[in-house]
């Protein structure tokens, strides 16, 4: 059985204090102490983990305030923080041994825009991607871009003085901050902006905490100014932690804290809020796609690109296109970058120009690729380009580029490309040559790496491949490490060029030297005496002994070294996340992940439950549990297990099981399946998560609902041989409100009169009977399709079943309705893994019969046709056999495609702008799906549109549960119910039978399946 698990480090009295003394104030926040809450941001995107003592989520300026004016008083001084955001750092920084401090869940408002001056005023926890959406109706956009934009928050750049693509042109982060509003960690507010040094110079003469900042800043930037200017790198990319070279104006005449603040790690004070100046959007773009017959040749050819005054110059290697050939993303881009015949696509650069017009642009373009037609002509490397200025097709090689960091992490085998030397920046002119010698130190530890990044200014991103779970190879990381610090020093450059210094601030007193890094310390200072702000990161203060973070630190492979390899190899999809967070996506449009989007709670994401799952597995290991025994040891009901699962559920301890906290997050997944295809590293969640519950069910009691939903597949077809008489029960407040009190289940859905049964029977459609079809020969099958049912369509939604047998027959098929076998679904998504093997072990073998056949079948149901597909593998690995069921659209294109669908039906004239609302778990798992609805629906003479819409919120079973009633709700909101109310109710196609269920329950709209339309259309 599945033992009582402890965390295993608890908050520390001190905190524990802290956290009890705050929850008596006028704190509006939230105050997490929960193992769970606190594992969730014990790490980034980075190798290392380190557990806060608590997690805060603070709801304005005000509850800053009284965090650390708290904090500051005698018995809570050696409390510490940490700002964070996105949670996307590459290097540690946002990690914290004290209190993470996330500004993200509610801080999170657009304060203010004035377009006559070009600013905006926003909060910290706004994301990017969120900020240029509300900016584009303007016409404005904010610049400085960064591949995690649709996660980062602006406190996230601003304290990382983050940049990406095109910072030649935009700048960084710091270019477009005009103001900012802080709090410092004694509880004063800080209010910077640009002042003249004379105005400056007498506020350095009061006695206050501005006061003195102000005097250490003047003294340090004025005094030390040519040993400054001496010191720093000329380049772009000139992070360095505290901005001493632009915190004060060329000229000498303004001076602006801001820019201090900007770039620090939250090492000098929380930012609550930014003003931020604008960017006009270009009105036109247009990109060159350049190939090369390898890498080295892509890097030496960006210098001629620099100079053909391009808007970004961005490079990708071989590694990374691979990988993202493997991905579903490629599905959008595979047009624009195509092979050249004959030729070895090693590289690619990728070119943007902006302007006003695509004519304005044409000099230029035509200039540039005058050019390529010689290079390649001279076989300089360049084997190939292609040239786009659909802005449609732009924003999907970004996102194929964006989505490069993650898809490194996909890499097969136990050493995975990492981010710990991966944002040098050099001179643009010395970095084929860097990169050069790069290269040779990788292959002298005969390691893997992928590259990319932003050659135009001398940032390219290179991550060896390492498993930090070896100690021997924790120490070559280590080496490499010092190694790169040397050549970028050779190479006129810096380690840190992009993604801050984190855990690599160890380097700095080398970098600065010990005059100008007792600089940064005096600043340190003058802001945080104490070291309470993210201590370690950047320097500390001039008297502290405390020490800077190193390289050394806790990684996450110091614990998962402790899992046997067997079961990582088990929990892959756990274990192989790398904290990338793309499922952090702000983007309510977005299918991944309708929790986490719902809930703003870490732990309600892939990446969270992930990390709660690593976690769960090692404190088991240091249990002595065998896990992958004890899943194989699972059974059915017994005495003995009853009465342990009374003893459990009634003891006082069991209440302390941290299995409590990993239930309560898988608790709140919705089995859609969107993690599985849309994460780079592919984090299945509802694999792992069914395995989870199949265990934990083996301890702790079920809840009714999960027993009546793991049913539903053998209640369906009894409650339909009296669907009248069960839906007057169903349809009754008395048994809403019994079914809401006792089984936590609302809305049931009423069955459909009549039945399927009755609709084959009345429509004349053949019946099924194998021994007949057994006997006829290839001819005779030809015409027939088989109808595989599932439980929801079939019994719940049979008019979309008897519109595509009655689609079909006038396509002049045969459609034959197949014997209900129950699929499955219903009992992985509860975990009941032992039922789920035997029900697809009998329906595989079923429909492995009807495949020897040779005759289509066709499913309804996106969610539990495609368990044919994963879930029956993953099961039953090769017992699953060969057979396959296509859903509507597969087999109708197939069709289309094969010159095999006549019409000969006369088409009603429809000039309807139909939209399809896809179901998410089809046009994730299956990328072209959508667009093989329209390429349908175009052939039958009818337009449709694919609408980007999230989840629909119901998913199966999930919106029915009482729990998940607000969650659900809310989804609906977020997406669906904003743009249905923009369209008629005639124009809606939907997919899921789920999704039209929900649509009818909260918009009380009836919405019709693809293939009722096409029906009607036919005469």
Known sequence: MLPRLDPQELVAPLYQDYAKTLSLLNFTGDISTSYGARLAVATDNSIYQQLPQLVLHPRSQSDIQIITELASQDKFQAIKFSARGGGT???????????????SKYMNRILEINVEENWVKVEAGVVKDQLNDFLRPYGFFFSPDLSTSNRATIGGMINTDASGQGSLVYGKTSDHVLGLTSVLANGEALSTSPMLVADAAEL??????????IKQVLATSVDKRQKILAKFPRLNRFLTGYDLEHVISEDLQTIDLSRLITGSEGS????????????????????INIKYDSFDSALRHSPTLVAANATSVETIDSKVLNLAKQDIVWHSVSELITDVEDKVMDGINIVEYNGESPEALAGEISVLTAQLDK???NETGVIGYQVTSDLASISKLYAMRKKAVGLLGNTQGSQKPLAFAEDTAVPPENLADFIAEFRELLDSYQLHYGMFGHVDAG????????DMCDPEQEIIMREISDKVVALTAKYGGLMWGEHGKGYRSEYSPEFFGEELFNELRKIKTAFDPLNKMNPGKICTPIDSTEQLVSVDAVKRGTFDRQIPIEVKDSFKSAMECNGNGLCYNYDANSPMCPSSKITRDRRHSPKGRAGLMREWLRLLENKGVDILSLEKNIHGWSVKQLLDKVKNRLGRANQQDFSHEVM???????????CASQCPIKVDVPDFRARFLNVYHSRYFRPLKDHLVANVEQLAPLMAKAPKFVNLVLDNKLYESFSKATIGYVDTPLLSVPTLKIRNERNGFERFDLARFKSFSTEQKAPYVFIVQDPFTSFYDADVVEKLMQLIAKLDFKPVLVPFKPNGKPQHVKGFLTRFAKTAKNTADFLNQLHDLAIPMIGMDASLTLCYRDEYKQILGEKRG????????????????????????????????????????????????????????????????????????MAGTYGHEQVNLDNSKGLFELSWQPKLADINAEQVVVTGYSCRSQVKRLADIKTRHPVEVLLATLV
Not at 204 to 213: M, S
Not at 664 to 674: E, F
């Open 664 to 674: 309560d997050a898988m608790s709140g997944c919705l089995a859609c399946k969107a």
């Open 89 to 103: 750092g590459t290097n540690g920084q946002s990690l914290t041994p004290g209190i993470i401090v996330d500004l």
């Open 268 to 287: 000098l004070a929380f930012v609550c809020e930014a003003k931020l100046n604008l960017t006009p959007i270009s009105k036109a773009k247009t990109l």
């Open 459 to 466: 940032v390219l991103h290179v991550r060896p491949a390492l």
């Open 204 to 213: 350095a003469k009061e006695d206050t905490t501005l006061g003195k900042i």
């Open 882 to 953: 060969d057979f396959t069921v296509s859903l509507a659209h597969e087999w109708l294109i197939s069709m289309i495609d094969h010159n095999k669908l006549t019409i000969n039906q006369k088409l009603l004239e429809n000039n309807t702008e139909y939209k399809l609302f896809a179901h998410c778990t089809e046009k994730t798992a299956l990328a072209g799906s959508e667009q093989e609805w329209v390429s349908i629906f175009k052939y039958f003479g009818l337009t449709l549109n694919k609408m980007q819409v999230g989840c629909c919120g």
């Open 375 to 377: 290079d390649i002509a």
